[in-house]
């Protein structure tokens, strides 16, 4: 009878997602809105059953994913597939929200590298080339010319260069940050989803007590200071390595700062929407930026939050 419970919810769950898998394929407008559910089947079953029932439900999803959407079914089922089993097994598990997070961005990041050399290596489709060529037909020189504006043309292929160059030099730290704002999405989409089925998910916490570990403020410091020490040429492999840990590392740095100023907000008891303006700032105005990111360090390196906790 229990068997049966589950082939039957199994079957549900694969209907559930075979319909939300046609929508993403055939209505593009909705589908890209919609995809971010496609793990949520995933999920629900992921967090109830033993591996080797996950194992079947998710060989069962391969084959359904390519009768129904050929090669971009299966490619959509593979990506959000595998990420919706981890993070339901992570669950099952009473795993916190944190570790989820990580788990299911490693797995999404490796999803975004294989499809990369796939397009690249079977279909001969390069993105940067694409790209160049989408950023040439967006302002063409026959376009300036009928504008009177010659003198921009040359301008226009130097901004060009530069942003293929800067997307080049930033292409890991943005497979990085997109794969865990993916991720992210996943969670908050597909959460509220998979509670009404009865699945157990841990809150978040607060995020002013968000703490990273002491060893990132570390790691920064070192990629910063080879950076400053060995002035790696921009062609060189590791002064990709040092920028996009620089990047990556800066990043996390501000979230901490903005952590430690929404700590220091609620113990002074100030409106938390001057918080959210000033995370607004943060990300729009450099110099706000760079004063998060010293708070960042400041908490990090300092531990001043015992400096401003109320006394009990």
Request: hydrophobic content about 55%; charged content about 15%; some cysteine.
């Amino acid at each position: 009878m229990k068997n049966v419970s589950k082939l039957t919810e199994g079957a549900v769950l694969l209907a559930a997602f075979t319909v939300l898998l046609l929508i993403t394929i055939y209505v593009p407008l909705i589908g890209s809105f919609l995809n971010v559910v496609l793990p949520a089947p995933f999920i629900i079953f992921a967090a109830k059953n033993s591996i080797k029932n996950i194992a079947a439900f998710f060989l069962a999803a391969i084959v359904i994913s390519f009768i129904a959407g050929s090669i971009p079914g299966l490619g959509l089922m593979l990506f959000y597939g595998a990420a919706g089993v981890v993070i339901g097994y992570m669950l099952q598990k009473n795993k916190s929200r944190t570790a989820i997070l990580i788990s299911s961005s490693l797995i999404l990041m490796a999803g975004l590298v294989i499809y990369y050399v796939v397009i690249t290596a079977f279909m001969k489709i390069d993105i940067i080339h694409e790209l160049h060529t989408v950023l040439n037909q967006s302002m063409s020189e026959e376009m300036l010319k009928a504008m009177g504006r010659e003198d921009q043309i040359k301008v226009l292929k130097e901004q060009n260069v530069n942003l293929i160059k800067m997307i080049e030099i930033y292409a890991p730290s943005f497979l990085i940050m997109g794969s865990i704002l993916i991720s992210f999405i996943i969670q908050w989409v597909c959460f509220p989803v998979v509670k009404r089925f009865g699945v157990n998910v841990k809150t978040w916490g607060k995020f002013r007590n968000l703490s990273l570990p002491k060893s990132l403020l570390w790691y920064y410091l070192i990629a910063l200071g080879s950076m400053l020490l060995f002035r790696p040429h921009e062609e060189t492999y590791i002064f990709s390595v040092l920028i996009n840990a620089r990047y990556i590392l800066e990043f996390f740095l501000i979230f901490q700062g903005l952590a430690f100023l929404f700590f220091i907000f609620h113990q002074k008891s100030v409106a938390r929407g001057l918080g959210v303006f000033v995370a607004i700032l943060s990300f729009t105005i450099p110099i706000v930026r760079y004063i998060i990111l010293l708070l960042g360090i400041t908490d990090l390196g300092f531990d001043y939050r015992k400096q401003f906790e109320k006394k009990e």
